[in-house]
């Protein structure tokens, strides 16, 4: 019997009892009294008091007994459910602890394996120059073998780690010097912890840095063509860095230093790049939708057809830049200087431009329409304005043309 199907089964066998008991066999009893006064109204010599005071009892015992049934029926399940969650607990623990001694394990045979292979005769550093070209030596030919067959191990060694041991992994090629002629290029190294890490001028293209952390790190002329850094931190590092087609959506570069940077078809959606310094960065047809940019500097930057949908650009300075064809409908560029910036054919439509600076720029073919302004909007002179293309009317009156 069902906990739910208890207390409808009692209560049945009591209605049934107070039937019979109110029935003669030959037909329903009828009270003396039509309204049914209690007091008069009588079976087999008892009033209908008494018989429920004799009812009352087994029904209060039995509704106890359901109650007391459902109660530890329930205390029951509840220790079940918390014992399987402490077990799935324990399991979930046993199987990361295992895990991390096999990742130590495998951590540890590398290093060994790593090791053997830098004290070898024939590894590149034993040598004041190594030359990359096949010159026909045997001894050059089981050099560029041994770095193929070291870059091999280290890529697959790199996929089984957790974030942690795969920094320890860069770390130690950086001090022993092996990246000079291991190349990081297409390597695993997501969630890795490269904080502090003087990485100027590696070879890591395509490399997956996604929700990696580079804070503070120097990645100066290192080579991140189409690399992963989706939800990257690189706070207050410095990435003057090739960084062509690249997606850094969504990654954390507030405050980094882009100076230079190439950053070509780069797609930065939903990036973060506040007060960052991207001064003379290129960013030809990059994708910056959504692209928090405010405070940044851009001075001399390059972006031509570059998107700027909905990207805050509050403050940030553009001056000086080529933005040529580039879209910046629906930006909010309050206060943002683009003074001496080339602007033509760019669109700027339904864009916030409240307090913006864009004394000289030009605005050939420049689309206007819908975009927001004020009294502190500071535009070129008339003979520049007129070169732009839907103008709005409050705008005309206001510069009288």
């Not at 295992?98 to 090791?115: M, S, W």
Request: glycine residues 6%.
């Amino acid at each position: 019997m069902t906990k739910g199907n208890g207390f409808y089964t009692s209560l049945a066998l009591i209605t049934f009892v107070i039937i019979i008991a109110f029935s003669n066999f030959s037909g329903v009893y009828i009270c003396v009294s039509s309204r049914l006064n209690l007091d008069t109204c009588t079976l087999l010599g008892k009033s209908i008091w008494e018989w429920l005071e004799l009812l009352i009892a087994p029904a209060a015992l039995a509704i106890l007994g359901i109650l007391s049934s459902e109660y530890f029926s329930n205390q029951a399940k509840r220790r079940e459910d918390r014992e399987k969650e402490e077990q799935e607990v324990r399991l979930e623990q046993e199987k990361k602890l295992a895990q991390d001694k096999e990742r130590q394990g495998v951590l540890k045979d590398y290093f060994e394996k790593i090791t053997q292979r830098l004290l070898d005769e024939a590894w590149p550093l034993k040598y004041a120059v190594w030359k990359e070209a096949d010159d026909g030596t045997i001894e050059n030919e089981k050099r560029k073998k041994l770095v193929a067959v070291t870059r091999a191990m280290t890529l697959a060694i790199l996929r089984e780690l957790d974030g942690t041991r795969k920094a320890s992994v860069v770390k130690f090629l950086k001090e022993t010097g092996a990246l000079q002629y291991i190349s990081l290029s297409s390597a695993d190294l997501s969630q890795a912890d490269l904080r502090y890490l003087d990485l100027q001028g590696i070879d890591m293209k395509r490399v997956d840095l996604s929700e990696a952390n580079l804070s503070d790190s120097n990645i100066s002329g290192a080579n991140l063509d189409e690399a992963n850094l989706k939800s990257t931190i690189f706070s207050g590092g410095t990435l003057r860095a090739s960084l062509n087609r690249a997606d850094l959506s969504d990654a954390d570069l507030r405050g980094a230093n882009l100076n230079g940077a190439e950053l070509n078809g780069a797609t930065l959606t939903g990036t973060i790049l506040g007060n960052a310094n991207l001064t003379k960065a290129s960013l030809e047809k990059a994708y910056l939708v959504g692209t928090d940019l405010t405070g940044a500097a851009l001075v001399g930057a390059r972006g031509i057809a570059a998107t700027f949908t909905k990207a805050l650009l509050i403050e940030t300075d553009l001056s000086e830049s080529d933005l040529a064809k580039a879209d910046f409908s629906s930006a909010n560029l309050q206060r943002a200087i683009l003074s001496r910036s080339n602007l033509e054919g760019a669109n700027f439509s339904g864009a916030d431009i409240r307090g913006a600076y864009l004394s000289r720029a030009n605005l050939k073919d420049t689309d206007l329409l819908n975009i927001q302004w004020d009294n502190n909007t500071f535009w070129p002179d008339n003979a520049e304005m007129v070169n732009a293309k839907n103008i709005p009317v409050s705008l005309r009156k206001h510069l009288g043309i």
